[in-house]
């Protein structure tokens, strides 16, 4: 995934974010800034939008770059910052909705054309995975 923070008065910037890849310091500066268990309810709320998990976040990102940045310094408009999902994460839950006992078939259609919306941006602004070619947008599935 990608975390995207684009300030009102300043330059946008962008990481790429792969939470299994956090270093074990970061995890536990980020478990002791929210009270959130990192591997269950962090990732969770962090998912949901949860302003605390996301401000986590962004502070262990610029301390990678900045290190004397400190948590109360870290502010931010809700529009300012974004979570968005690669072809590959989108294409992972695509087919964890197909599969979900627990959605009507009218609440799955709704989520999959949802999802499929989002494939066809994700993958004409080019956000595959690190390391990954971007894949032309004609081959995101729709359905």
């Known amino acids: ?3 995207v923070y684009k ?22 500066q980020i478990e002791k800034l929210t009270g959130f ?12 939008g949860n302003a605390l998990a996301r401000r986590a976040l962004l502070f262990t990102m610029l ?9 109360a310094d870290v502010d931010f408009a809700d529009d300012e910052l974004t979570l968005e999902m690669d072809v590959a994460e989108l294409t992972e839950l695509r087919t964890a909705i197909e599969e979900a006992d627990a959605l009507s078939d009218d609440e799955r259609k709704l989520a999959i054309s949802q999802i499929d919306r989002q494939l066809a941006e994700a993958a004409d ?15 995101v599935a729709t359905g």
């Open 1 to 3: 995934m990608f975390l």
């Open 7 to 28: 300030p009102e008065d300043g330059d946008a910037q962008r990481w790429t974010v792969q939470l299994g890849k956090l270093r074990s310091g970061e995890i536990e």
């Open 37 to 48: 268990d990192f591997g269950t309810d962090y990732k969770t709320r962090l998912m949901r």
């Open 63 to 71: 301390r990678r770059a900045h290190p004397r940045t400190r948590f």
């Open 125 to 139: 602004e080019g956000r595959e995975p690190e390391g990954k070619a971007p894949t032309p947008s004609s081959d």
